[in-house]
């Protein structure tokens, strides 16, 4: 764990630089506009230790699956969101010394990045071997105003010296990934070109021949007036560079203003592609840094009027919280139902930047609450239009008659996930697209999606569990064979209580969904059944006895549903008695090790209890929180939200602000010791959950807002906002009372600790 983030309720601060942590910082100072993402790297040359990412959304390669022994229904390859072309390079010298803080004495350093503008800045002053002292500051964003421009502004200053600087701004094609499973550049050259001070390198993957055009144009001022420097362009492979030289005296301060348009052929024909690169230069050109960084703050002040929340009493959670909405907010916009939200988003290269199950567990519930209908609805959508690769998929697998198995990692709808005990295994993942189905339905009130987007998910969803489930002659049973539950320090287990659970559900939600089409748009079902050639009586009626007749592991004496058959022959030592130096058990313990240990990465049982809560009491609850999370490791980025959640319905206040804080601080204070990778995304929305869903209580029941709230000790006050179907409310939470706004046009019923309330449209309502 970490502490060198200095805590700020809107600033993430490096004070003074931390080289060994240069990693982890790089990825919590990303910046991104949901189309590109850039890591905090530096401007200049930097020859230590660093990870230059910059990432194009959409823009994948399949680098060939590496594996020592390959297996039937193996993906050929994993597919990767590329380490695009470096925009942001400006490489500087002084009388011909390269400044390179990896060889200079530094004698001040700061940066830091403003989350309520999406800005990120530097300022130090080093000291070269020569003697000579400079300062420089930063400032760059990547617009969400106009999503394909990038700004930099970047200022040095002669402090001790008169002499010559030298500035040579770039951009740099010649990339990799460091991730690449045998070492190949992933882009091949279009075209280069270099007029003065614009230019562009226009790319194209390998394979998938995606193409992207970087452009960059510059400007440079002496002492705040512009200048018109000669200049010495540079063009290689790849690259072109535009470098000029200035005079300086003791104490001038020279300034370059770049930008940056990062265009591809996702958005437009190849044809086109380098004229849209010249005109959004001119167009970042004519409006200058300052005006568009005007309308990047517009942009986001827009953002955080409806998702902020707002702690009053403490930093640390404040700070925690809005860097997960931040992150959450600039990873993915939702005006691309192409696009989805990646692990690590646009922060790092683990996860390959493609699409789990997490986006439907814990990033929609997010998007539900913050965000217009549509962005969640392009959420599904995603999934529906992936359909018959999903049903493809699980062909390869031997499943017949429309049998959908969702990819457990994809870009593109195919599977390229290559560890079999997920890839083929961890089908948990065909739960949690039911699941959010239902969730956005229960959410918006749209039960119009089953017909028909919802309802082909949903058959194709159910045929697969009907046919991977099997009878048991001798439990007298049906049972799940041979699965991977999402505590992943599990494989291969017989009867996974969450992969269950979540199959019987599906299956039972299909039914219903069934009844609706029937009832609300029969000429619709008619030909659904005709498209989708389905059997109806005979393939229900198998759904019903699966419902009737499946088998869950419990145990009698404890009165709990166990992870899986044989959980308890493990030797259940809680993880309080783990020694310090044998965390995290991942990168400490052999595999072998962990399979046979009790210890559990995630949420696995206490998933299904938390989405299905009210079909538990309350004292089922508490017990299976007291038998697994003493055996959880939270070494899952996906753990602690949903612990969080459940610790706070079974009134566990103190640890429900333990887990709220290591979810919300996960990546800030590198609990896992992993950030150096890129952050955790998809769990930020799992930590917007912790906050609304634990410390707000909030539940949708009968097509109502429900609310159980709480303040944990220490607070003076907090609250939050949610869109929740034409409204949009405003939530206070202090140590006397708890308040909703109702901001708009629409009247509101909801319920509060058990009571009904009526809300007016445009009226307060407080609650002591």
Known sequence: MKNYIKHDEWKIIEEGFHREENRITESLLSIGNGRSGQRANFEEKYSGDSLQGSYVAGVYYPDKTRVGWWKNGYPEYFAKILNATNWIGINISFDGEELDLSKAEILTFYRDLDMKSGLLSR????????????????????????????????????????????????????????????????????????????????????????????????????????????????????????????????????????YAAIISTLYYPETKLQNATEKALKRASEKGFDKLFADQEKAWAKRWETSDIRIEGDVAAQQGIRFNIFQLNQTYLGDDERLNIGPKGFTGEKYGGVT??????????????????????????????????????????????????????????????????ITF??????????????????????????????????????RFWSQRINWSEEKKKFVLLGVTGPNEYENNVNNNFHTSYMAVWTLKYTLKAIDYLKREHPLLYEDLVKKLKLKELKETSRWKKIIKDMYFPYDFGRKIYLQQDGFLDKELIPVSQLKPEDRPINQKWSWDRILRSPYIKQADTLQSIFWFEDEFDKESIERHFDFYEPLTVHESSLSSCIHAILAASIGRQEKAYEMYLRTARLDLDDYNNDTCDGLHITS?????????????????RNGQLNFTPFIPEGWNSY??????????????????????????KVNMDLVVHGQQYHLPARKELTIK
């Not at 409204?727 to 706004?741: G, N, P």
């Open 123 to 258: 300022s130090f002053v080093a000291k070269l071997s020569s003697g000579k002292e400079v300062e420089v500051k930063s400032k760059r964003f990547l617009s969400i105003a106009d999503q394909e421009i990038g700004a930099i502004r970047y200022t040095v200053k002669a402090l001790n010296f008169s002499g010559k600087i030298t500035a040579t701004p770039y951009i740099d094609g010649n990339v990799v990934n460091e991730d690449s499973n045998y070492d190949e550049n992933f882009w091949i050259e279009k075209a280069t070109q270099i007029n003065g001070s614009v230019g562009f390198v226009y790319m194209e993957t390998k394979k998938t021949a995606f193409q992207v055009c970087t452009g960059m144009s510059f400007r440079a001022c002496l002492n705040g007036t512009r200048i018109e420097p000669q200049l010495s362009s540079d063009q290689k492979e790849k690259y072109i560079s535009s470098e000029f030289t200035v005079e300086v005296k003791n104490g001038d301060e020279l300034c370059i203003e770049k």
């Open 356 to 421: 789990y199950w997490d986006t439907e567990a814990y990033c929609l519930p997010f998007e539900l609450g913050t965000s217009p209908q549509m962005v969640s609805k392009n959420l599904l959508l995603y999934r529906y239009k992936h359909l018959p690769k999903a049903i493809e998929n699980a062909e390869k697998l031997g499943f017949t008659d429309g049998a959908a198995l969702y990819p457990m990692v994809t870009i593109n709808g195919e599977e390229c996930h290559n560890e079999w005990e």
């Open 425 to 462: 295994e961890e089908i948990h993942r065909n739960g949690a697209i039911a699941y959010a189905i239902y969730n956005y339905i229960n959410y918006t009130g749209d039960q119009d999606y089953l017909a028909p987007y919802g309802f082909e998910v949903l058959l194709a969803l159910s």
């Open 684 to 700: 930020m929305g799992g930590t917007w959950m912790a906050f609304v869903q634990g410390f707000g209580g909030m539940r949708v």
């Open 719 to 744: 609250s939050f906002r949610l869109n929740f179907r034409e409204a949009h409310l405003e939530f206070k939470m202090d140590k006397k009372q708890f308040s909703v706004y109702n901001h708009s």
